[in-house]
């Protein structure tokens, strides 16, 4: 009999082996088994309206397939070979979000061929201070998504090459942050932009992706070290994100508030909704409920998935869509990426807390399946393009359960490791 952990791949590539189990199918799931502290349990928010999402999810193989193409289509845009840097108009966010994407690829495929790039790109980004305080670092935000890219290499294992652990690098920008959490104006909060400049240049705006970033980070720190003060950080952020509006009771997420309105200011808020703000709290929140096993956090993770279904997949296709700015046509060069990070937390979530993999799927599904049966010449495709789609094949693998941390495959074709029973590697 077949070793459990080989299971998946012999049937996702050798479906008719006289190996499998006799229930074995041709797209299996592997099923990890849930921490006690984090209970299964079943969601009262209601679904949003059926639509194209119900769309059959493609097979592991074809999402696989498609995952690598749409990964050398990325890397084939930047213009420095050694760097994973965007060329402009593309943002040095927007950058750090792309190694993130990456280094998530990587972990669930087990495709290793871009880590000496990401590792090289992170050490340069950092700075000498390993803290990415570029002159490309404006906002907090800017900021935290570089940190964040750092936390999944931490977590996902990337071999360290630089002066310190991709995790103290992490560590920097939140403790920077700590120290820019401002209690002058709304309570509480961080400030879209670092510096005050004019004052009119977002100073006064409280950003909903500022601080979710900023809750995502910490809850993910607490996650790794379990450090108290940093979980504590994790929950203020969150309740404070709650207590100005920018989370409502039904789970829709804001745009962001005005420190400078009203006397203590952040009056009223920014109803506008863009995907990666609800995605950002949707895994933040799977995070804190991985880690504290607290049912409260689990129902938030549920209804922000809900939120994400309600609002940013387009029923008549089943894609995942930025409802704001995709209708007309009119998103901006930051917008357009934002569903594809929607996308990654998604599938972060289905892996982190597995009895939540059908919610998720109900929102990824349709997406990954358009995306999977797309076009993935290289030729032509954008940066951001590429980034999306790899970012949607992605969560659909790991919404089936397959990829993790030791990563599913790399394959294009297989060796048997002599004088290793039973184990197959897998390589280019």
């Not at 495929?109 to 000496?116: F, S």
């Not at 590792?119 to 340069?124: A, E, F, G, R, V």
């Not at 120290?179 to 004052?199: F, H, Q, S, Y």
């Not at 700015?325 to 892996?351: I, N, P, Y």
Request: charged letters at 15%; one cysteine or more; proline letters at 5%.
């Amino acid at each position: 009999m077949l070793p459990s952990n080989l299971i998946p791949l012999v049937a996702i590539f050798f479906p008719d082996s006289p190996l499998l189990p006799s229930n074995s199918t041709n797209t299996p799931t592997r099923t990890p088994t849930p921490t006690p502290s984090t209970p299964a349990t079943t969601s009262t928010t209601p679904s949003a309206t059926p639509s194209a999402t119900s769309a059959a999810v493609p097979s592991a193989k074809l999402l696989l397939k498609t995952a690598g193409t749409y990964a050398s289509s990325l890397r084939a845009t930047y213009p420095d070979p050694g760097l994973a840097l965007f060329a402009e108009p593309i943002w040095w966010w927007q950058s750090g979000s792309g190694v993130d994407g990456l280094l998530t690829y990587s972990s669930t495929t087990g495709d290793t061929q871009y880590n000496t790039l990401l590792s090289n790109t992170l050490i340069t980004e950092a700075t000498s201070a390993n803290d990415f305080m570029t002159v490309h670092a404006t906002g907090n935000d800017d900021q935290a998504w570089w940190a964040l890219a750092a936390m999944t290499a931490a977590e996902s294992n990337l071999p360290p090459t630089g002066p310190v652990p991709w995790s103290t690098m992490a560590q920097n920008v939140f403790q920077q942050q700590t120290a820019r959490w401002d209690t002058a104006k709304c309570n509480g909060g961080m400030k879209w932009k670092i510096l005050e400049g004019d004052g009119t240049d977002g100073w006064h705006y409280k950003s909903t992706i500022a601080n979710g970033l900023f809750f995502q980070l910490a809850a993910r720190l607490a996650l790794l070290t379990g450090d108290k003060e940093i979980r504590a950080w994790a929950v203020k952020s969150y309740d404070w994100t709650v207590s100005v509006g920018l989370i409502s009771p039904q789970f829709d997420v804001y745009d962001g508030t005005d420190d400078a309105k009203g006397e203590n200011g952040c009056v009223d808020v920014n109803h506008n909704m863009w995907s990666y703000n609800v995605g950002v709290f949707m895994y933040g929140s799977a995070v804190m409920a991985k880690l504290t096993g607290e049912e409260e956090w689990v129902a938030r993770t549920k209804g922000l998935i809900a939120s994400a279904k309600r609002n940013f997949v387009n029923e008549e296709t089943g894609e995942l869509w930025e409802a704001k700015c995709e209708a007309d046509a009119s998103c901006d060069s930051d917008q357009v990426s934002f569903k594809g990070t929607l996308a990654r937390w998604l599938g972060a979530t289905a892996e982190l807390l597995p009895e939540l993999r059908g919610s998720v799927m109900e929102v990824i599904g349709g997406a990954s399946s358009m995306a999977a049966t797309a076009s993935t010449g290289d030729a032509g495709m954008g940066a951001i393009q590429a980034f999306n789609h790899m970012e949607i094949v992605d969560a659909g693998l790991r919404a089936q359960g397959l990829g993790g941390k030791a990563g599913l495959i790399g394959a294009r074709k297989r060796t048997v490791v002599s004088g290793v029973a039973g184990r197959v590697k897998w390589e280019r």
